[in-house]
């Protein structure tokens, strides 16, 4: 592995301010940052990558992606998410259990850190999903982020709707429960009642605030009743978000996505079934409300959830469309483009997608530029925008609900350990991420 350095880059420092100079990496790890022109490289080791005009921020760590690997390669794998990572300048992942066979057992998860390690570019971590049946393997799976609870919209064994499964799920153990709040029998009453309609708008009514809300409140009962590690996902209503400002223990954390933050109902109209999620869209109030929760420290950090479908599956009329949308190669122009705009800051965008994940997950050496941290780094333009194209993607569903936008802030080199991944529309597939780990996963 050569050593780098990268030069008069404007580096994002831990304080939060923007500096100018050099930052020397040696074995994969940050060793050294020089605030002023430290001249030629002192020694012939180092490869230069000239940074000038350029902005060095932690690479983006998402939190909250579905890979589809194992079992749904016709819409993604492992290697070609990895490769939208590197693009989007997203170094390490943390993925959902709902590939087939369900990621519910240790054999499961070992199965997917195997493939992974064969064909990953970036940094990688799984999910064990629960069922009503596996409380044995969430106590002792390893290594793993936390335990995923689907408390609504999904089909099979990793739906836990009752509460007394629920309950016991709370009671037992103390890893990070991550939740996807929302009421599954709310959803299958409003259902029926909508029956027959084919517009896609109608998804964000059956799947209404208070269907969220519901099971935002109970996970946060449990929560509170045995001092439960939790963390709510994707979170999309006011009302939720309302909820949490006035009533959120430190063991709980938050998380929204760029999607709810930036688009809204009237998205139907434009892209149809493209703008279809679980939890679905929502209204531009909502949107205002999540962007003042989060950036008063209501909700902690963001998640694209990544939910790839391919066009010919997303052009069923509905409801038979799947529910979901890409992301991890959009997030981090999207959210730069926002700081550009002034509605928030370079130094918050970079805290929400990297420095706060590292810190609730218990991810040692991450989200932060400094001497010891993993050089596991993105390089941005904010001088340069450019618009979403479809043919410049890399995710094998080939398409983004943000085509045509106008991003400032794309990603123009990534390292992963120190080595570059991506450099300018070249992707270096010869590079590897590692597993993660989690130690001591602290409270939000
Ligand atoms: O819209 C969604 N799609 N939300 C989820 O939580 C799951 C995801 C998927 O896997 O397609």
């Known amino acids: 592995m050569p050593n780098l350095i990268i030069r008069q880059a404007r580096i994002l420092l831990p304080e939060g301010n923007l500096a100018s100079g050099d930052v020397w990496i040696q074995a994969g790890k940050i060793a050294e940052i020089a605030l002023t022109d430290s001249a030629s490289p002192r020694e012939s080791s180092f490869e230069v990558i000239d940074a000038e005009g350029l902005t060095l921020l932690p690479g983006v760590i998402d939190p909250q992606v579905h890979f589809r690997e194992p079992g749904l390669e016709h819409k993604e794998d492992l290697f070609t998410a990895s490769c939208a990572c590197a693009q989007g300048g997203v170094t390490s992942f943390l993925e959902m259990p709902n590939t087939r066979p369900l990621t519910t057992t240790q054999a499961a998860l070992d199965d997917k850190l195997q493939r992974a390690a064969q064909k990953c570019l970036v940094n990688y971590g799984f999910f064990i999903g629960a069922t009503a049946e596996n409380l044995p393997d969430l106590l002792e799976a390893h290594p793993t982020p936390g335990i995923k609870i689907f408390m609504g919209s999904m089909h099979g064994p990793l739906l836990v709707d009752q509460e007394a499964a629920l309950t016991a799920l709370f009671a037992k153990g103390d890893r990070l429960i991550a939740v996807h709040a929302e009421d599954q029998a709310r959803i299958l009453e409003r259902r029926q009642q909508f029956a027959g309609i ?247």
Not at 361 to 389: C, E, F, M, W
């Open 198 to 444: 084919t517009d896609p708008a109608i998804h964000s009514q059956i799947q209404d605030h208070q269907a969220a809300l519901n099971a935002t409140q109970l996970a946060l009962k449990l929560s509170k009743q045995y001092q439960r590690r939790l963390h709510i996902l994707h979170l999309s209503t006011a009302e939720e978000a309302e909820l949490l400002r006035r009533d959120k223990p430190a063991w709980v954390t938050a998380e929204v996505t760029p999607q709810h933050l930036l688009l809204n109902t009237s998205a139907y109209e434009q892209i149809g079934t493209l703008a279809q999620m679980n939890p679905p869209l929502r209204s531009p109030h909502d949107n205002e409300v999540l962007w003042q929760a989060l950036r008063d420290g209501v909700l902690d950090f963001i998640a694209t959830d990544h939910a790839p479908h391919t066009l010919e599956e997303k052009a069923r009329p509905y409801p038979d469309s799947p529910s979901g949308m890409p992301g991890v190669e959009t997030s981090l122009p999207l959210m730069l483009t926002q700081a550009m705009q002034g509605r928030c800051t370079i130094a918050q965008v970079s805290h929400w997608m990297s420095t706060a994940v590292a810190k609730a997950y218990g991810i040692r050496h991450k989200g932060v530029i400094a001497p010891g941290y993993d050089a596991d780094l993105v390089l941005v333009d904010l001088n340069h925008s450019r618009p979403v194209r479809r043919e410049d993607l890399r995710t094998k569903c080939g398409w983004s609900p943000f085509e045509g936008w106008n991003l400032t802030g794309w990603p123009v080199i990534t390292l992963v350990g120190g080595q570059v991944v991506y450099d300018r529309g070249h992707l270096n597939t010869q590079v590897r991420g590692r597993a993660l780990s989690f130690q001591g996963q602290e409270e939000g």
